[in-house]
């Protein structure tokens, strides 16, 4: 195999057709363009202008492959070609001179003058992308980016969506995400926020957003907080291989396990959450449509995270904990086998690590399944009593489940009925005014 073969500028594998072309292209830029932005942000320093690199890239293949077919290595044909983009970029700017000779030096590597003499050479060469990748993962999650900014640019740039596809899969306008990614990009440029993997304490707090932000693009997927669907699949996968990524880069940090390990197993339910196009709960799910190579991935993740807290003398973290309790759920064949004093009792661990409100009203319905509807309600009622969760739909929705198990009828429908105005998704909705006339008609 000839220098050129090995870069992707050698003979194509085959002469599709445009429409086989352009979906090669669509293929091949969903998997490599992160690596793509993150070679080229090490080098021009600026993220906004290595995009734009890379999406002339991506122009020139939609107008090439479907000419001249499919280049034997897209990955690397597309990073030469951005490459020469660059250097015509800097030649244009005379601020940028002085990096002309590293960009020149760096496209005869990859064009074949040093190009992987031996597996030491390819192996060298694929830590360093990893290590670009993981930059851009910190950059792109940085905190000085509102939360909205740092998801809509993480699916852009780490996700390989497109700006209406962000915009679809959170039911937002086009061009206010548009506006949301521009303005992040110029956020990160006026502050100048190195194209590094922070140190130190730093860590741990950049990684927390880091973490934060998969969870919330899975999050949206999982449970759509607005439109007509109960679910958004592709946001989910987004998430799922977002972790997956986490953990290749990050294999030492426990959190990121039990990420990765939490989304496993809840993605394993997908294909039981729903019925004949109608919402289904836990409870009423059909497990044996749950993924089981997924909760394998889980229970393998949630050791790891296991191991690599022991390592460090730590308890378990927040994410860990959350898995293991999506762990319980995996390992109960029948809902009545379900542990629910194991489950309880990890949410009094969660609540303790990472307390909030939310997590108080999931240890409500755990204590209402282990010890009686009388003691969830308890917990419940304290919540609504404090005003921490007004107006989420979740609380009147599990006062109501709690309601109706002590015989409370009419109070259960009420809160249901309250429930399903608070949502602004409209299966939830459905499903909350069912539950609701299922009281009348009992």
């Given amino acids: 195999m000839t220098a050129a073969d090995r870069t992707g500028t050698g003979p194509p594998h085959a002469e599709p057709g445009p429409d086989r072309a352009r979906r090669a292209v669509e293929a091949v830029w969903r998997i490599e363009s992160p690596r793509l932005i993150a070679g080229l942000t090490r080098l021009v320093h600026d993220i906004g202008v290595a995009e734009e690199l890379a999406q002339d890239a991506l122009v020139s293949a939609l107008e090439q492959w479907p000419r001249d077919g499919v280049p034997r290595n897209p990955g690397a044909w597309l990073m030469t070609t ?19 000779q590293l960009l020149g030096h760096e496209l005869e590597t990859a064009q074949g003058a040093a190009v992987f003499d031996g597996p030491g050479d390819a192996a060298q060469d694929a830590a360093a992308i990893e290590d670009d990748l993981l930059r851009l993962v910190f950059v792109a999650c940085h905190p000085v980016l509102s939360r909205e900014a740092r998801v809509a640019l993480t699916l852009r740039l780490l996700g390989g969506l497109t700006t209406d596809e962000v915009a679809r899969a959170f039911l937002v306008a ?79 940090e426990p959190e990121v396990h039990g990420l990765a390990a ?47 807290a022991r ?27 379900t542990d629910w004093p194991r489950i309880a009792g990890l949410y009094r661990a969660l609540a303790a690590t ?39 739909h979740l609380l009147p929705s599990v006062r109501g489940d709690l309601l109706a198990r002590l015989g409370r009828t009419a109070e259960a429908r009420a809160e249901f009925v309250r429930a399903a105005g608070l949502t602004r998704n409209g299966a939830e909705q459905a499903l909350l005014l069912r539950r609701a006339a299922d009281l009348d008609e009992a």
């Avoid at 800097?90 to 002309?100: G, P, S």
């Avoid at 939310?358 to 919540?383: F, I, K, S, T, Y």
Wanted: aromatic residues 4%; hydrophobic residues 50%.
């Fill in 262 to 308: 939490l989304l496993e197993v809840q993605a394993s339910r997908s294909a039981a959450r729903i019925r004949d196009g109608a919402p289904v709960t836990l409870l009423d799910q059909d497990r044996r449509r749950w993924d089981q190579l997924l909760i394998r991935r889980g229970f393998a993740a949630l050791a790891r995270a296991e191991v690599a």
């Fill in 174 to 252: 086009e061009p206010t995400v548009a506006q949301r990614i521009v303005r992040a990009k110029r956020t990160l440029a006026k502050e100048k926020v190195p194209f590094e993997v922070p140190q130190g304490a730093e860590l741990a707090v950049r990684l927390a957003s880091v973490l934060e932000v998969v969870y919330l693009i899975f999050n949206e997927g999982y449970s759509a907080t607005a439109g007509d669907d109960w679910m958004r699949p592709g946001l989910c996968e987004d998430a799922v291989r977002l972790a997956r990524v986490l953990q290749g880069l990050m294999p030492a």
């Fill in 82 to 100: 951005a490459k020469r983009r660059g250097i015509d970029l800097i030649r244009r700017n005379e601020t940028f001179a002085r990096k002309l």
């Fill in 354 to 392: 990472a307390p909030s409100p939310v997590v108080e009203l999931n240890r409500a319905v755990a204590v209402g399944m282990a010890e009686g509807p009388a003691a969830g309600l308890a917990l419940a009622d304290a919540l609504a009593a404090s005003g921490e969760l007004a107006g989420y």
């Fill in 311 to 337: 390592a460090r003398g730590a308890a378990p973290g927040p994410y860990a904990l959350q898995a293991a309790i999506a762990a319980c759920h995996a390992q109960a064949v029948r809902a009545e086998d």
